[in-house]
């Protein structure tokens, strides 16, 4: 499976922006997906993750302002962002999982074999 990011870009800090990760190569309606971000100097950390049957898991930090959804064909994920703070700057990736992850699983980076490359969002006046 190969992932590709996109939609990255400034923005002013309480503005918009929709990430999309594209998947092509074999992968399957249970894989789960999610976005990690990377802040300069700083690991990367989970943001937001959709499982295989629809249910979605946020980062605290994100909660109420980001969306993670999936086309219907599960081919494409999106990263709906609003009300970015100059904090949500950061390199964001895509990541795949095979099968439907529990939620503990969904957080942590080691369960996601497939892996797109970074987009960049910069959030500042």
């Known amino acids: 499976v190969q992932l590709q990011a996109s939609g990255g870009g400034l923005v002013q800090p309480g503005g918009s922006l929709r990430l999309s990760c594209a998947a092509s190569g074999r992968s399957s309606s249970r894989d789960s997906w999610a976005w990690f971000r990377r802040a300069p100097g700083k690991d990367r950390d989970f943001v937001a993750a959709v499982r295989g049957r629809g249910g979605t898991v946020y980062a605290d930090s994100v909660k109420g302002r980001f969306t993670v959804s999936r086309d219907n064909a599960k081919t494409t994920m999106y990263l709906q962002m609003n009300s970015l703070k100059p904090e949500d700057t950061a390199a964001y990736y895509c990541?795949?999982?095979?099968?439907?992850?529990?939620?503990?699983?969904?957080?942590?980076?080691?369960?996601?074999?497939?892996w797109g490359q970074g987009t960049q969002v910069t959030v500042s006046s």
């Open positions: 990541a795949a999982a095979t099968g439907d992850l529990i939620t503990s699983r969904l957080l942590r980076e080691s369960e996601y074999q497939y």
